[in-house]
DNA sequence: AATGAATGAGGTTTCATTCAT
DNA sequence: TATGAATGAAACCTCATTCAT
């Protein structure tokens, strides 16, 4: 703890400020309230604002990749993983949506080469970390599913889970429910078998 | 020239900056400089920074609604339509790419409920637009395709090229050739018919 | 009419403004839309905001020198002409009450030259009009009242009600009742005489 | 040293100000430079410009307050006290001249409830502290002054006080000699003991 | 290591005044 | 004479960052 212990506060303070504010608008002053510091100490455990905030995304990145595979084995068939997948993604309220609109909205900074890169490598790795636990199910499968083809199986998945949960969020309109989801999945699945 | 003529031409300043800043960072000295005029002038046009920018997002929503449907036409078959429909998704590097980024980026900003519901509407109309061309294709097809699912077409589509343009900005991924939007296109079209 | 029609308007334009703004507050784009004309024509008719504002205060000056007199003549005995004076200074309220609201707020501007003359013209003016009115009436006096003792009695029944007046807009105390006023006049009178 | 040191720089560099400006007219810039300090360090001690402000004219409702009762004993007779209280008011010059002054501009700021609200405090008080203090004075007298009629007797100096020192300020006129408002104290409260 | 007062650059916005029509 | 679009200086205020303690 003891040092480590402050960076934590600090981080999790400013995770808490971004569930409603964007990082231009988060101030360092209401990051040193919120964790119980001063000001100036912010400034032992990162650089600036700036870096502060990509350790956000790291964490936020690190934390995702464990909601979103939350339930997936590697010894489940295919079909079963993609279902508990789309539910995580559809899961997305709760924690995980939380985090998911932190990501969204550092959209905005991606002219900074730094914040850019962190967010490429959140969307790589994700995918990455997804793929592979895929791959590994592709072994227990009777019909068997090109690898190749497993990236735009997420993508769907992803994209209209994605397309779904924005337009909820800036238009209210409601979001899809688990049930739609599981269908949207077996669509997707027997889709890529017959392709 | 005119009174119109200088709307105009702010509006423009502001949206090539916002091709390359965020919202936050674009200065009213900077649209000044760019659109030839004195900062003041802004004030005869605009009630303020935020109101330019709504106004940025309202003309980037006609304008995309414009990119969108072209070359869709009520008379062609539903998945011709939908073809062209996917390549004007996946078209969106050049000037659509451009506007896209920008109202992505605007997402940052969603926590302000007058941006919040400018967003919302644009949303909600480009899909009704895209929607009821193609109910309009629906007369022509020899196989039928529910009405109600048409909205998870489009999102399919929508949501697909989203991710795979995204990761394109962020992790200089390619994005789909128009080749592999046609198949991307055809595979939905063939679930939505089957299912 | 014609033009000195629009340099009255203005004029007005800049009293009702002014009775709900200071000085500062009132901007020449409110005169302007107030008057019915473009914000350029108040340049035909004052040179700047600023004597626009004096020639406010001249028209108040006279305006209240006739609101102040209203009554008193030069045939009545001295008392009765104090009474009615009294009575016009508490009627501050209604059209008087507002103008010399505006005079009382104009006293903010005294460090510019020309605005303190304007306003030591106006304090002149009211006293000596007052009291040369109060000198005829002398003639009609059977007690004597020395004529240098005139200006002490204006002052007193000037300077109470100015203070009454002026913490009934402040702390919304009472203001005096013309009974009251009336009482006050006798024993100012009656001190005077027996002095 | 220390924290308070500041905001009294602040403070006081802001009155100094005042004795020449009216509040528009002062400028955040000015008083920084006047204090010694960065302008932003205005706002770690004031929420706005306005609130300093209304500081400060709480600032000299305190001060004036002790000016107004300095020398005013309740052990001393009615009389004696008025005339001291006389002189106090007449001595308006100097420090409590200027400070009154500020008061007085400040009335042009009456349409903002919060300063008006300010202005109103500072009257009552004023008139309380004062009214006590006389209070306290009737038990020493040989003639009864019945106490509802200190407030007329206050209203009365106070006022013409008032006028005459406006008229000073405006027109150059002279002001009250101490002799004069002595003769007048003597006046006033031998109308008030008589009626 | 921790503090938090101080900084000052830079942002948005207002508005009296000008001048081409 | 009248217009009103355009100006641009200058105001207030914010906030990331520093540094003496």
Redesign the interface.
């Known amino acids: 703890m003891g040092t480590d212990n402050k960076r934590e506060l600090i981080l999790q303070a400013a995770i808490e400020i971004l569930h409603?504010?964007?990082?231009?608008?988060m101030t360092t002053s209401e990051i040193a309230r919120r964790a119980g510091i001063a000001e100036g100490t912010i400034y032992r455990y990162f650089q600036n604002k700036r870096d502060l905030f990509i350790e956000v995304l790291r964490f936020i990145s690190k934390r995702m990749g464990e909601i979103f595979v939350e339930g997936v084995s590697p010894e489940a068939d295919l079909k079963s993983n993609l279902r508990v997948l789309g539910k995580n993604f559809y899961m997305r309220h709760k924690e995980g949506s939380g985090l998911y609109k932190i990501l969204?909205?550092?959209?905005?900074?991606?002219?900074d080469d730094d914040i850019?890169s962190a967010?490429?490598?959140i969307?790589?790795q994700s995918?990455e970390i997804i793929k592979s636990i895929l791959k590994s199910s592709l072994g227990n499968e009777k019909v068997s599913v090109p690898e190749e083809r497993l990236e735009?199986i997420i993508?769907?998945i992803?994209?209209?889970?994605?397309?779904?949960w924005?337009?909820s969020?800036?238009?209210?309109?409601k979001t899809m429910s688990p049930a739609e989801m599981d269908n949207?999945v077996e669509?997707?699945y027997?889709?890529m078998k017959s392709?």
């Open positions: 409603h504010q964007n990082y231009q608008n969204y909205k550092a959209f905005s900074e991606v002219e850019k967010l490429g490598n969307y790589t995918v735009i993508f769907m992803w994209g209209i889970g994605d397309i779904v924005k337009r969020i800036v238009s209210g309109e949207l669509m997707v027997t889709l392709s």
